[in-house]
């Protein structure tokens, strides 16, 4: 198995990429997705979150209130810290075994791991390569508001949010610039590909 953890800012072109390396014939695991499924009705997750912010967060179907949560956390950190601390264990627990089953079904899988908060987390899966997509903060503001219809005002909320991007990339092994054109970006993922693919033959 070769293991990819993608990560990137948010509206940074994680998805594009993710999507392209799918394409080509990779597993594609996306930490966001983990993280609903393990606050699911009926999860201790969402038990924890619940007792920990109180009942509001709830919907009165008893599913999380995503938007109340994010309303509580983004703007305060010790909120967010809280939060993380109950989740972030449970998606590392549920990627590790969605990562093995890959790795059963097929020894030579390519797996990427699409996780925007693999420095904030500290996620430490054995990556083979760290992939960092990258934008200027004015782009991705600019695709949060156009693309996704987020006020300015929450734009740079959720961008400011986030860690600094040169965090992210002090950890990259390979940088995917994806201010130019979707062809760029693809070329670039593309490129990726071919690479992967190489090494895995190495190997062999």
Same mark, same amino acid.
């Given at each position: 198995?070769?293991l990819?953890?993608?990560?990137?800012?948010?509206?940074?072109?994680?998805?594009t990429?993710?999507?392209?390396?799918?394409?080509?014939?990779?597993?594609h695991? @996306?930490a966001?997705?983990?993280?609903? *499924? $393990?606050? #699911?009705?009926?999860?201790?997750?969402?038990? %924890?979150?619940a007792e920990a912010?109180?009942?509001?967060?709830?919907?009165? @179907?008893?599913s999380?209130?995503?938007? *109340? $949560?994010? #309303?509580?956390?983004?703007?305060?950190d010790? %909120?967010r810290?809280?939060?993380?601390?109950?989740v972030?264990p449970?998606?590392?627990e549920?990627?590790?075994?969605?990562?093995?089953?890959?790795?059963?079904d097929?020894p030579?899988?390519?797996?990427?791991?699409d996780?925007p908060?693999?420095?904030e987390?500290?996620?430490?899966?054995?990556?083979?390569l760290?992939?960092?997509t990258s934008?200027?903060?004015?782009?991705q503001?600019?695709?949060l508001v156009?693309?996704?219809?987020?006020?300015?005002?929450?734009?740079?909320a959720?961008?400011?949010?986030?860690v600094?991007?040169t965090?992210?990339?002090?950890?990259?092994?390979?940088v995917?610039d994806?201010?130019?054109?979707?062809?760029h970006?693809?070329s670039q993922?593309?490129?990726?590909?071919?690479?992967?693919?190489e090494?895995?033959?190495?190997?062999?």
């Amino acid at each position: 198995m070769y293991l990819i953890g993608l990560t990137g800012g948010i509206a940074s072109g994680k998805s594009t990429v993710a999507r392209r390396l799918y394409e080509h014939g990779a597993v594609h695991i @996306d930490a966001d997705q983990l993280a609903r *499924r $393990v606050v #699911e009705p009926g999860t201790s997750t969402l038990a %924890a979150v619940a007792e920990a912010f109180g009942p509001a967060v709830l919907r009165p @179907d008893g599913s999380l209130d995503r938007a *109340r $949560v994010g #309303e509580l956390v983004f703007t305060d950190d010790e %909120a967010r810290a809280k939060l993380n601390a109950i989740v972030h264990p449970a998606v590392r627990e549920l990627s590790s075994r969605l990562i093995a089953k890959a790795e059963a079904d097929d020894p030579d899988a390519v797996v990427v791991y699409d996780v925007p908060l693999l420095v904030e987390a500290s996620v430490d899966h054995p990556f083979d390569l760290i992939v960092v997509t990258s934008a200027p903060r004015k782009t991705q503001l600019r695709r949060l508001v156009e693309d996704r219809g987020l006020d300015p005002m929450q734009a740079e909320a959720r961008v400011d949010a986030q860690v600094a991007n040169t965090e992210r990339l002090a950890i990259a092994d390979v940088v995917i610039d994806t201010d130019g054109t979707l062809a760029h970006t693809m070329s670039q993922a593309d490129a990726l590909w071919l690479r992967v693919v190489e090494e895995q033959r190495a190997r062999a």
